[in-house]
């Protein structure tokens, strides 16, 4: 691996980011590229390892550069390296029409890397949407897989039904919920529990003070701030807007805005219902959950040793902490997957199902217990027989056991341990 696939996240550590790679192949093919995520999560990191002779490097963080891009958007875009990469560009949204102006006369490729802590199609004053000329690539907070440095081969695995029989025994579910409760946020996970919840609370006072302004018209924070608590029991919940804003004092335009502002600023994540079927009674309810399961525990004030033994907090963190890894492995899949989730009317669901490029399908379901059972293949199997029909599609169900097994046809059992921690990540 190459020393450009590396971020630093201390003196004494560095990780990989699978997303390094899509950003330098972009770079080669597309005039402009975005990174986006939320703040703290290693954009920063990774833009400046991009950064020689050839690429200059700008943050709008600096109050100064800030002053300078706002009084002058058009000058400051202009370069004459190969790239120059703006640093948090939803500080001063007006330099994306300038820089539209600039690759509408020069189409060569890879002359922007922009990063950016909020959607900048939600900025207000952006009415540029760079389309056809740029590339957007998310970055989330660190997956397991890069902290062990692992590459992300569990999606290409798992659609052709190859896993690991070699499972770490210490893996426990005590583990797993340990692990949930770190988070990924590359500054969080050296933390101990106590200054863990105390960033996280911080993190969230940042944002509230500051990054919203940016994005919009926020008229009552303690409103905010209920609502992203609210945000935080809901996760792993269909969408319902008359639920989440039965116990505030707020309107539901103002409650669905708000919520949109949380999404922007990549706290709060919606994902959408699978509909690519003629079967009438399929759902089209969103799921919602929180991006970090850290700090999901820290906005709730949970404690590991309580939710341990509340099998209904247990299985919310569980299921949030595994899709903040499933969907750090469709990200660096760069489009070749989509995530949904199913559900009908009958009440039959599958808590992610993965579509591939070529239409195959994965349907997973996250189980937090240590025991495997036919009958919780039975929502999987019944969409396998009457929905997928022609379609290839694998069912798997990730418990917290040792051992990966077959539980029908396409149909496995499958540790955790596969998804986290592969056992040997070159051999694939």
């Given at each position: 691996?190459?020393?450009?696939?590396?971020?630093?996240?201390?003196?004494?550590?560095?990780?990989?980011?699978?997303?390094?790679r899509?950003?330098?192949?972009?770079?080669?093919?597309?005039?402009?590229?975005?990174?986006?995520?939320?703040?703290?999560?290693?954009k920063?990191?990774?833009?400046?390892?991009?950064?020689?002779?050839?690429?200059?490097?700008?943050?709008?963080?600096?109050?100064?550069?800030?002053?300078?891009?706002?009084?002058?958007?058009?000058?400051?875009?202009?370069?004459?390296?190969?790239c120059?990469?703006?640093?948090?560009?939803?500080?001063?949204?007006?330099?994306?029409?300038?820089?539209?102006?600039?690759?509408?006369?020069?189409t060569?490729?890879?002359?922007?890397?922009?990063?950016?802590?909020?959607?900048?199609?939600?900025?207000?004053g952006?009415?540029?949407?760079?389309?056809?000329?740029?590339?957007?690539?998310?970055?989330?907070?660190?997956?397991?897989?890069?902290?062990?440095?692992?590459?992300?081969?569990?999606?290409?695995?798992?659609?052709?039904?190859?896993?690991?029989?070699?499972?770490?025994?210490?893996?426990?579910?005590?583990?797993?919920?340990?692990?949930?409760?770190?988070?990924?946020?590359?500054?969080?996970?050296?933390?101990?529990?106590?200054?863990?919840?105390?960033?996280?609370?911080?993190?969230?006072?940042?944002?509230?003070?500051?990054?919203?302004?940016?994005?919009?018209?926020?008229?009552?924070?303690?409103?905010?701030?209920?609502?992203?608590?609210?945000?935080?029991?809901?996760?792993?919940?269909?969408?319902?807007?008359?639920?989440?804003?039965s116990?505030?004092?707020?309107?539901?335009?103002?409650?669905?805005?708000?919520?949109?502002?949380?999404?922007?600023?990549?706290?709060?994540?919606?994902?959408?219902?699978?509909?690519?079927?003629?079967?009438?009674?399929?759902?089209?309810?969103?799921?919602l959950?929180?991006?970090?399961?850290?700090?999901?525990?820290?906005?709730?004030?949970?404690?590991?040793?309580?939710?341990?033994?509340?099998?209904?907090?247990?299985?919310?963190l569980?299921?949030?902490?595994?899709?903040?890894?499933?969907?750090?492995?469709?990200?660096?899949?760069?489009?070749?997957?989509?995530?949904?989730?199913?559900?009908?009317?009958?009440?039959?669901?599958?808590?992610?199902?993965?579509?591939?490029?070529?239409?195959?399908?994965?349907?997973?379901?996250?189980?937090?217990?240590?025991?495997?059972?036919?009958?919780?293949?039975?929502?999987?199997?019944?969409?396998?027989?009457?929905?997928?029909?022609?379609?290839?599609?694998t069912?798997?169900?990730?418990?917290?056991g040792?051992?990966?097994?077959?539980?029908?046809?396409?149909?496995?059992?499958?540790?955790?341990?596969?998804?986290?921690?592969?056992?040997?990540?070159?051999?694939?």
């Open positions: 691996m190459k020393n450009a696939d590396w971020v630093t996240c201390s003196v004494k550590t560095i990780y990989p980011r699978w997303q390094m899509q950003v330098e192949r972009a770079l080669k093919t597309r005039r402009v590229v975005l990174l986006s995520g939320p703040r703290q999560c290693g920063t990191t990774l833009a400046k390892l991009l950064v020689s002779n050839e690429r200059a490097y700008r943050t709008l963080d600096d109050p100064a550069l800030k002053q300078l891009a706002e009084n002058d958007p058009s000058g400051f875009v202009r370069h004459t390296g190969k120059l990469i703006i640093d948090e560009i939803q500080h001063v949204p007006n330099l994306i029409p300038a820089i539209k102006m600039i690759v509408d006369e020069d060569r490729p890879g002359q922007y890397l922009l990063t950016g802590s909020a959607q900048i199609t939600s900025l207000p952006v009415r540029e949407s760079l389309a056809g000329r740029i590339r957007k690539i998310r970055l989330r907070p660190l997956s397991q897989g890069e902290l062990k440095k692992h590459e992300p081969t569990f999606l290409e695995r798992a659609f052709k039904g190859v896993f690991s029989e070699n499972v770490s025994q210490e893996l426990t579910r005590k583990r797993i919920i340990e692990t949930a409760f770190c988070g990924g946020f590359p500054e969080a996970i050296r933390l101990d529990a106590h200054e863990r919840r105390e960033w996280h609370k911080d993190y969230i006072d940042a944002l509230l003070e500051r990054d919203l302004k940016e994005i919009a018209r926020i008229q009552r924070r303690d409103a905010m701030r209920e609502l992203i608590a609210v945000a935080a029991a809901w996760t792993g919940k269909f969408m319902d807007i008359s639920a989440i804003g116990g505030l004092s707020i309107r539901r335009p103002t409650i669905e805005s708000y919520l949109n502002a949380l999404e922007a600023l990549f706290i709060v994540e919606r994902v959408k219902p699978w509909t690519r079927t003629d079967y009438e009674r399929v759902g089209k309810q969103d799921k959950f929180m991006t970090d399961s850290g700090l999901m525990t820290s906005i709730l004030g949970w404690r590991d040793d309580q939710v341990e033994l509340d099998p209904d907090r247990s299985g919310k569980i299921e949030t902490f595994m899709f903040n890894e499933i969907a750090a492995q469709v990200d660096a899949g760069g489009g070749e997957y989509q995530l949904f989730h199913y559900r009908d009317r009958e009440k039959r669901e599958i808590d992610f199902l993965i579509e591939r490029e070529d239409r195959a399908l994965l349907g997973i379901e996250i189980k937090a217990g240590s025991n495997i059972r036919k009958q919780d293949f039975r929502h999987i199997r019944w969409f396998q027989d009457h929905i997928a029909k022609d379609r290839p599609f069912g798997v169900v990730l418990y917290a040792e051992q990966a097994g077959v539980m029908g046809d396409n149909l496995w059992a499958v540790p955790y341990s596969n998804l986290l921690f592969p056992s040997d990540p070159n051999s694939f």
